[in-house]
């Protein structure tokens, strides 16, 4: 959405056919300054080099085409900052990040209409205007990812001038920073304490911006002062993270907001070298896991939500992200058994069903089954795990997808990074 609240153009979103296309491009480890958190850059280097060589195949030209047609769109964008929302944090300083939880609504049987309740899964427009900074903070993440992938292929100084003043306006600058906290994230009207399960929204910075400053690492537009004070600002927001009150209670969750919890915490310690506290991440949503699936790979928690096909996918995404990153510091969590027997690939498992056209017997009173969410999950199992079933739903669905390129799919949350690695899964 635009920072007034309307929708974007396309050209802000990855086409479909974008995503899958440009497949060849995920997950490794070796040619830039340091490695890559979620990326794989063996098979980025790869991509890289059929697209120079002009080996790749057809798709992946055009998706690298419109990758470069959406990079240039985003070279006039003015640099969103959490200086710009119209609201103010309880401390007035407008440096600190605020949101307002989306499922949250007036109490109509109150005349000022606090505090506010809930109505899970129905998304308040007003809590998706530029009031506040969530939009903000979503454009200007996703612009730094879309940037980068356009410096690493193309080699044009643009994109990482571009991508780089975009981290410095968000991150880096005295003026227009965000302080390195979520204290006043998903915040509630009429209630001014602050909620762990705002935590949430700050999961698209490692999802984003990590492996991007790695791209831009390599350009003449990130210095080492960039660096020295980006890895201040991530330090303390993993300080933040692991010691503040709000942060330890977010680390209690056993919902998806615990998985993307660790997520956050695995990833940006990571990409910090600060890999025992990266298994320790990794044990802890180990931990989570086991209260979170039961034997058949169903997920309570999740199953009770108005959308509970979206959440359980959505739960299973950060679980897998974790997953890959564990896998860097000599873990597997595809190979952990709860003591009910739980497993990752069981829970991905319970969802196929519903994905191939079975009745989804679970709550769906706001939302139904999606496939298109399951696709990033299917994505992300090692190939030597990938069961035959399996890959033919990834099929299916990447190409149901990439034939449906105008179709409003999962791709607006969960990036690119689970979607481009794949190319022997489109027809």
């Known amino acids: 959405m635009n920072l007034d609240g309307k929708p974007l153009g396309h050209h802000m979103k990855f086409k479909t056919k974008l995503l899958f296309a440009l497949c060849p491009v995920l997950f490794s480890v070796n040619v830039l ?7 794989d850059e063996e098979s980025l280097s790869n991509s890289k080099e059929a697209l120079n060589n002009k080996t790749a195949h057809a798709e992946s030209m055009l998706a690298y085409n419109e990758l470069l047609t959406l990079a240039d769109s985003l070279l006039k964008l003015q ?3 959490v200086m710009d929302k119209k609201l103010s944090p309880p401390t007035g300083d407008k440096h600190d990040y605020l949101s307002i939880s989306r499922y949250w609504w007036p109490d109509e049987s109150k ?17 998706q205007n530029s009031d506040v900074d969530k939009q903000r903070i979503e454009l ?6 879309t940037l980068a992938l356009a410096y690493y292929f193309s080699g044009e100084d643009q994109y990482a001038e571009k991508g780089v003043s975009l981290i410095r306006t968000w991150f880096l600058n005295e003026d227009t920073l965000m302080n390195p906290n979520l204290e006043f994230a998903q915040s509630v009207p009429g209630n001014n304490k602050g909620r762990r399960s705002g935590i949430l929204d700050g999961r698209i910075i490692p999802q984003r911006v990590l492996d991007a400053i790695t791209m831009f690492s390599g350009s003449e537009y990130w210095s080492e002062k960039d660096d020295k004070q980006m890895n201040a600002w991530l330090t303390e ?31 940006v310690s990571y990409y910090l070298g600060e890999t025992k506290l990266t298994k320790q991440a990794v044990k802890n949503a180990e931990t989570i896991f086991a209260q979170q699936f039961d034997s058949k790979g169903a997920q309570p928690h999740e199953l009770e939500r108005t959308r509970s096909y979206f ?3 959505f739960n299973l995404e950060a679980i897998t992200s974790t997953a890959i990153i564990a896998e860097k510091v000599g873990l597997s969590m595809w190979d952990y058994e709860s003591e009910n027997n739980a497993t990752l690939i069981k829970g991905i498992d319970f969802l196929i069903p519903a994905a191939n056209g079975e009745k989804w017997e679970y709550n769906s009173s706001v939302e139904g089954v999606t496939p298109d969410y399951l696709a990033p999950i299917l994505a992300a199992i090692p190939d030597q795990l990938r069961s035959e079933e399996q890959s033919e739903l990834l099929t299916n669905l990447l190409y149901g997808l990439e034939k449906n390129s105008n179709k409003k799919t999962y791709q607006d949350e969960i990036y690119n990074k689970f979607l481009l690695q794949l190319p022997q899964y489109i027809k």
Do not use: C, M
């Open 33 to 39: 300054a340091q490695s890559f958190v979620n990326y």
């Open 79 to 81: 640099n969103p900052t």
């Open 111 to 127: 005349s000022d209409g606090l505090p506010w309740i809930r109505k899970d899964g129905q998304t308040n427009p007003s809590t």
């Open 140 to 145: 200007t993440t996703r612009s730094i990812e």
């Open 237 to 267: 927001y993993l300080s933040w993270l692991t010691t503040s009150d709000l942060g330890k209670e977010g680390a209690k969750q056993t919902n998806n907001h615990g998985s993307w919890y660790e997520y956050q915490v695995a990833a």
């Open 311 to 313: 959440y359980s996918t």
